[in-house]
């Protein structure tokens, strides 16, 4: 069993007393808190993202995706003259002493003219336009030979058997390294870090140095986040945490870095952070990821942990001199709390593309948030200088470890490939391959056989399917399409259904993504995020697990999914069932060109017969299928104008899904704001009703005669009180609940055609309705969480048990006429649960449209 130290910090709340202008003077020792928050921990947004929102911003959103191709055909160095931005005094870098951005491109371009060890490349762009910069620091290679280091990388893949038995092929291959920077925006001094390194690497006339390069390629993705850099923010320009967006990437910072790891295949990595004191350098405590070859990965990753402990010591930094305390190792010195269960950060989806030692390395000295505007500035500068020195440390100590440790890290990813292409069992992890290794940390799977995505009949099926095969397959899980109909495990599926065999080197990562995964509530009670997440719940298509039999399906590779967007021949007008996100979107696209689209109680548009052509475009564009309407009745929908008050993730989900969204708070309505252009409000963070002042006040609740309201969460259910909407009294369940969870949906406008499956964060339930309320989805009786982490409060109430059958999501009409629907699920969560997104939709819809009067389309 591992012991907790005194050392264990919180970098939210652990500052330093060092009196202003001084180096340090009788440093606090920081506190152990009972339930570890970093500041950077389990979170839910409920603070409004920002109304303010640069046109640079808004024009990101609609700059056509940078689409980076590796040249397979060059030898190193690959030198590219990179533009260089224009110099810009307000990047946020320049108070700390560090480097702004305008100012690393230069650098890059002049350490590229200096040595032939160093290649640039730009391999994406950020959501604000900004460049993103892969240095590659290697000993030159012919075109011919870095064809074979191409050819050895993927041998070790596709054939990881035979790479097994070749014991040539280490002293042939270079061992690659990733080195991440900056992935949070106000977590600078990485980057400084990375560009100290490469400089150094790029000079030395050391042998030693030479023999490195000569072994290894070391890849640095210098700022991960130029839009947080520039501002001086953790998250990226669209207000999204990127270290939370692996496995959705629904970032472009986030699916280059996922392209980066495919493309290179690290078999080591760091991602640099801060700010922890001492030192925080992973392995993590449990819960650990099931879907790893642990026993690869731990022997190598505390190994690593422990050569850059020894490595930052060996700077010298103490608590009385410069306010650093020694640096800390989670798996040794902590009980829980900094887990890498979630596939969600970058050292823990690094492995899955054959990294057998990952790391987040978190540096100590806060210069971020308040320390940020109130310390002077000769004090930001010492820490960050510290700071810089210790990432450095840490980068030099993992090239070190990957030196001396070359042949065996080739092998044990070799190893890793090998028993996912075999399909070998879960291998139990040996209690004794590290000190203080337990039964705390065994946490294994069960692998299926494979697993089917049916091509399916409905619609939705259908179009969620193509989604999640194309996800599957960015990753560089391998899907194949059936080219006739078969049977596994007694089912018969259809021609064009896709298999995932489950016996490919990448399985951990497609197991990770379509398994239900578990409830790990009653083994752990601190998780650091979020503890439940399924792409086959949570995105709307149909998985079945195929558990045994043979697998001898008449199959082809698939490299994109089958088109799937049609309209039927026969004349009249049509049909489009809101079910999936990707019909909102062909939705909008037609209600933004002013087609008179009606809305039937059952969640269908109703598109009329001279409206044809514009829905064969939108079609085929989404992948939708119309179908014949007949004569059909509804009301009259037109595009609906959205006032929100809410998260990032839920603004960015928002837009995506084609509606007009304008930011609002409880700022923005005391200044007046002009309803006119209105027809929903949508709150979830950031508005209170009993904040505004008597002329918002009015404002709105002359808007709530006519216009339509959806909230979500606390701040949601506060306001539907405040504000006198619908009688029911929310009810909280523990504030860090969160995961997959059962729910059954009524017929009603929202709930009709809802998944059985729902994500809820700090969830919550409705009780006392009154007689004007609609149940439109239940908690179910069965659990009801599937996957993730819920226990009650230590007073007993709000855990799962007390959620059973309660409702999640009502609506109807308050007295002045507002249609209401308020969630206490997470829909929109991190725009990961696809297959939500049509609900929330469909909320706003029929709360914009039913007042309107009702008509029938010929």
Excluded: C
């Amino acid at each position: 069993m591992r012991l907790p130290i005194a050392l264990l910090s919180v970098a939210a709340s652990a500052v330093l007393l060092v009196p202003t202008g001084v180096a340090a003077a009788d440093p606090v020792e920081p506190p152990t808190p009972a339930v570890r928050d970093f500041g950077n921990g389990p979170e839910r947004n409920e603070e409004a993202a920002g109304v303010s929102e640069p046109a640079q911003m808004l024009r990101a959103q609609a700059v056509e995706p940078f689409h980076y191709v590796p040249d397979r055909d060059r030898g190193y160095p690959r030198q590219t003259q990179l533009p260089v931005p224009a110099e810009n005094p307000a990047d946020a870098s320049i108070k700390l002493g560090l480097v702004p951005y305008h100012g690393i491109a230069p650098k890059l371009n002049d350490l590229q003219k200096l040595s032939d060890r160093v290649s640039v490349e730009v391999i994406g762009r950020s959501h604000q336009g900004r460049d993103l910069y892969l240095v590659t620091v290697t000993a030159p290679e012919s075109r011919a030979e870095a064809r074979e280091q191409d050819r050895i990388r993927e041998r070790i893949e596709n054939d990881p058997a035979a790479s097994a038995r070749d014991r040539s092929l280490p002293k042939k291959y270079k061992a690659p390294v990733f080195i991440n920077g900056n992935i949070h925006g106000n977590e600078w001094e990485g980057t400084d870090a990375a560009l100290r390194v490469i400089e150094e690497l790029a000079t030395s006339t050391d042998s030693q140095v030479a023999k490195l390069l000569g072994r290894t390629r070391l890849y640095f993705n210098v700022t991960a986040n130029p839009d947080g850099r520039f501002n001086g923010v953790r998250a990226n320009g669209a207000g999204f945490d990127l270290n939370r967006d692996f496995i959705t990437a629904s970032q472009p910072e986030a699916r280059a870095m996922r392209q980066l790891m495919i493309d290179t295949q690290p078999v080591a990595m760091v991602d640099l952070h801060g700010y922890v004191n001492g030192t925080l350098i992973e392995p993590t405590t449990p819960p650990h990821g099931a879907n790893y070859e642990y026993d690869l990965f731990i022997k190598n990753t505390y190994a690593n942990g422990l050569g850059m402990e020894a490595a930052v010591k060996a700077l010298g930094h103490t608590p009385a001199a410069d306010g650093v305390f020694p640096p800390q190792i989670p798996f040794r010195d902590s009980p829980e709390g900094w887990d890498d269960w979630p596939p969600i950060f970058t050292p823990q989806y690094a492995p899955f593309q054959g990294a057998v030692a990952s790391h987040t390395v978190e540096i100590p000295l806060r210069v971020n948030n308040a320390d940020y505007n109130n310390l002077p500035v000769e004090e930001l500068r010492r820490r960050s200088s510290i700071n810089t020195a210790i990432a450095a440390a840490a980068v030099r100590a993992t090239y070190g470890f990957v030196q001396d440790r070359h042949d065996q890290l080739i092998a044990d990813q070799i190893e890793v490939f090998r028993r996912g292409a075999a399909g070998e069992p879960a291998r139990s992890v040996p209690l004794d391959i590290v000190p203080g290794f337990g039964p705390e940390d065994v946490y294994t799977t069960t692998y299926p056989r494979a697993y089917v995505i049916p091509a399916g009949t409905a619609q939705r099926s259908a179009t969620a399917a193509a989604r999640l095969v194309d996800h599957l397959v960015a990753n560089d899980v391998r899907v194949e399409r059936a080219r006739r109909s078969f049977q596994l495990n007694g089912t018969t599926y259809p021609a064009g259904s896709y298999v995932v065999d489950m016996h490919q080197p990448k399985r951990g990562l497609a197991n990770v993504m379509l398994e239900p995964g578990a409830d790990i509530s009653p083994r752990v009670d601190a998780m650091y995020d979020i503890s439940g997440w399924s792409h086959a719940l949570l995105w709307g298509a149909t998985v079945d697990a195929v558990t045994t039999g043979s697998l001898r399906v008449p199959a082809e590779p698939v490299n994109a999914a089958a088109p799937t967007g049609s309209i039927p021949r026969t004349p009249g007008p049509l049909a489009l069932k809101v079910s999936d996100a990707k019909e909102v979107q062909a939705l909008n696209e037609l209600l933004a060109q002013g087609v008179a689209v009606t809305w039937a109680s059952d969640g269908t548009a109703i598109v009329p017969a001279a409206a044809r052509e514009a829905a064969g475009t939108a079609a085929d564009r989404y992948g939708v299928a119309f179908t014949a309407a007949g004569s059909a009745s509804g009301v009259p929908l037109s595009q609906v104008r959205i006032a929100a008050a809410a998260s990032a993730d839920e603004l960015f989900t928002l837009r995506e899904m084609g509606f007009e969204v304008t930011p609002v708070s409880t700022a923005v309505l005391n200044a007046g704001f002009d309803w006119s252009a209105t027809d929903v409000l949508f709150v979830s963070s950031g508005l209170s009703y009993a904040a505004l002042n008597p002329a918002a006040r009015t404002a709105l609740d002359g808007f709530l005669a006519t216009g339509g309201v959806v909230t979500r969460g606390g701040t949601g259910a506060t306001f539907n009180a405040a504000a006198g909407l619908l009688t029911a009294t929310a009810v909280a369940g523990r504030g860090d609940a969160n995961g997959v969870v059962r729910v059954s949906s009524s017929a009603g406008s929202v709930g009709n055609g809802s998944p059985e499956h729902s994500f809820v964060y700090s969830p919550r339930w409705f009780t006392g309705l009154g007689p004007e309320v609609t149940v439109e989805q239940s908690y179910a009786a069965d659990g009801p969480l599937v996957s993730g982490h819920w226990r009650p409060n230590a007073n007993g109430t709000g855990g799962q048990d007390a959620a059973r059958n309660q409702a999640a999501v009502v609506s109807g009409r308050d007295e002045r006429g507002a249609a209401v629907v308020l969630f206490g699920t997470e829909p929109m969560f991190r725009n990961h649960p696809k297959g939500l997104f049509p609900q929330v939709a469909r909320a706003l819809y029929w709360s914009a449209s039913v007042t309107a009067p009702a008509v029938t389309t010929p």
